[in-house]
C-alpha cells in the first residue's frame, strides 16, 4: 500500500512526495542450498540474495526506473558487490603441499601461488560451497541478512580455509550497509594481490551492446577511469558507477579506518566477457594461519527517477552521501551507546549496520548536525525502547514520515527525507 507522505516546505528538511512509508518487505524462496532471500522497496529497488551463489546480491532492479524489474543491474557471474580475485605469486618452501597452483599442476614449477579467491560467484553451486544464508531481522525500517561461505577459485577448488561471512542491512532509501568477517584457518598463508577489498560488480560488454548498460566509473579526484585497468593510486572517499544509458548510479565506501587495510583503488575490466568491477584494492595482504578480520563498507544506490534514493550523477554529486558514512552527523541531547557491536570507532554510529546507536525508553529528542555528509534518510537504532514505533517523526517540529519497528527492545527507524540545515531537531515518539 502506498500512503502519501507529508512534505515540510522548511528549508531543514526537504521531504519525498512519493515514498513509500510501510519501507522495506522480505520474502524467501526455493529451499537450501538454494534459498533466495528478496528485499524490496517499492518504488525504490529490489534486491535478491542467493545462496547457490554463496550468498551474493546476484539480483538488482531500479524499481523507480523499470517498475517491472526487467533489468537486472548485477553483475551475472558475482552479483553486485564482490569481494577477492587474484592471489600474489611468491617464493615458497621446496615441498610437496607448498601452494594451490602446485598441489593442483602435474609438474612443479615456477614461483608458488596461492591462485584466485573470489566470494561470492556462480562457481559456489558447483563446487557445492553454497554456505548459509539467513534472515536476521525483518522490519519495514531494515531487512538483515546474514551470508556465511568460502572463497573459492573459480569452480576449480573451494579454499575451507578462508572462510567468508557478511551480513547486509538493507535501508528503504537505497543504502546498504555490509560487515564482512575473514579469517584464514589451517596451517599455510593466504598471499593476496592487490585486488583484496570490496567491489562493485556491474555489466559490461564491449563486444554486446544489447546487453552492455554503459557503466563508467569514478572519482572525485579522477571523474572517468579511462583505457584498459588504469586507476588511481590511493584510495578516495568514494568510487562511483554511473552510466548515460541507464538511471542507476551506485556509490561504495569505507570507514576512514579501513584505510589502513584498503589503501588504493582497484579496476579490473572484464567488458570483453560481460562485466566490469571496481573498488578497493590492498597492498599484498598476507593472511597468515589465524587471522581474522573485521570490516565495514557502504553501497548507496542513486537513481534519477525517485525522490527516495539520491540523484548521484558524478562523483562529486556523491561525495556529501559517503561523508555520511564516513564522518557521521553529530548528534547531541540523547545518550549515544559507544559500545556497540559493529561500531568500530566508538563514535556512537554503527558502520556495520549504517545506524546511528542511541538508548532511552522514548520518547527522545535530540539534535542532528549533519557536518559533512548529506543529512539523507538519517536511520537511528534505539536501545530499550518502550512503547510502539512512530508512525512519524519530528523534524523542527514538522511531522515527517518514517520507515520504523520495534524490533526485540530495539527501535529501528529510517527519517524519509533529507535535513537541509546544518543541524535539525529531530524528535522520535510522543
Not at 609438474?107 to 554456505?131: F, M, N, Q, T, V
Not at 594481490?193 to 554503459?214: M, N, Q, V
Not at 527517477?305 to 552521501?321: I, L, N, W
Not at 514505533?389 to 514520515?401: I, M, N, T
Request: charged share 25%; hydrophobic share 40%; net charge neutral.
Amino acid at each position: 500500500m502506498r500512503r502519501p507522505v507529508a512534505c515540510v516546505s522548511s528549508a531543514v528538511l526537504l521531504c519525498a512526495a512519493r515514498v513509500w512509508a510501510a519501507g522495506v518487505e522480505v520474502a524467501e524462496s526455493g529451499a537450501s542450498p538454494d534459498l533466495k532471500v528478496t528485499v524490496t522497496s517499492q518504488g525504490v529497488y529490489r534486491a535478491v540474495v542467493w545462496q547457490a551463489a554463496g550468498g551474493g546480491i546476484m539480483e538488482f532492479y531500479d524499481l523507480a526506473a523499470g517498475p517491472q524489474a526487467k533489468v537486472n543491474l548485477a553483475g551475472w557471474d558475482r552479483g553486485l558487490f564482490e569481494i577477492g580475485w587474484h592471489g600474489c605469486p611468491f617464493k615458497g618452501p621446496d615441498k610437496a603441499g607448498c601452494c594451490v597452483k602446485h598441489i593442483l599442476a602435474k609438474d612443479r614449477e615456477g614461483d608458488c601461488y596461492d591462485g584466485c579467491r573470489d566470494w561470492p560467484s556462480i562457481g559456489h553451486k558447483e563446487l557445492k560451497a553454497e554456505g548459509e544464508l539467513r534472515v536476521l531481522e525483518a522490519s519495514p525500517a531494515r531487512v538483515r541478512v546474514q551470508a556465511k561461505s568460502w572463497f573459492v577459485w573459480w569452480s576449480k577448488y573451494t579454499d575451507k580455509d578462508l572462510p567468508v561471512e557478511a551480513v547486509y542491512s538493507f535501508y528503504p532509501a537505497g543504502q546498504i550497509a555490509i560487515v564482512v568477517r575473514v579469517r584464514r584457518t589451517g596451517d599455510a598463508p593466504m598471499h593476496w594481490s592487490s585486488e583484496y577489498g570490496p567491489h562493485l560488480f556491474l555489466p559490461g560488454h564491449d563486444k554486446k551492446p544489447e546487453a552492455d548498460r554503459g557503466f563508467a566509473w569514478g572519482t572525485p579526484k579522477v571523474e572517468r577511469f579511462e583505457g584498459g585497468e588504469r586507476v588511481p593510486g590511493s584510495a578516495e572517499e568514494l568510487v562511483l558507477a554511473y552510466s548515460e544509458k541507464v538511471k542507476t548510479t551506485f556509490l561504495l565506501t569505507i570507514p576512514p579506518e579501513a584505510h589502513g587495510l584498503f589503501g588504493r583503488h582497484m579496476r579490473h575490466n572484464g567488458r570483453s566477457i560481460g562485466w566490469d568491477r571496481v573498488g578497493y584494492g590492498s597492498h599484498n595482504v598476507v593472511m597468515e594461519p589465524g587471522y581474522d578480520s573485521t570490516w565495514a563498507c557502504m553501497v548507496q544506490m542513486g537513481t534519477d527517477r525517485s525522490d527516495v534514493a539520491p540523484q548521484m550523477r558524478t562523483p562529486k554529486d556523491a561525495v556529501p552521501h559517503a561523508m555520511q558514512y564516513r564522518a557521521p552527523a553529530r548528534v547531541v541531547g540523547a545518550e549515544l551507546v559507544k559500545d556497540d557491536p559493529g561500531d568500530f570507532n566508538k563514535d556512537g554510529f554503527n558502520e556495520s549496520e549504517g545506524c546511528h546507536v542511541l538508548k532511552g525508553p522514548g520518547p527522545l529528542a535530540f539534535t542532528y548536525g549533519r557536518g559533512q555528509g548529506a543529512g539523507f534518510a538519517p536511520a537511528f537504532k534505539v536501545l530499550g525502547w518502550s512503547g510502539p514505533a512512530p508512525e512519524k517523526v519530528l523534524v523542527d517540529g514538522k511531522e515527517v514520515s518514517c520507515a520504523a519497528a520495534v524490533v526485540d527492545g530495539r527501535l529501528v527507524l529510517q527519517v524519509l527525507g533529507r535535513v537541509n540545515g546544518d543541524k535539525a531537531r529531530i524528535g522520535l515518539g510522543k
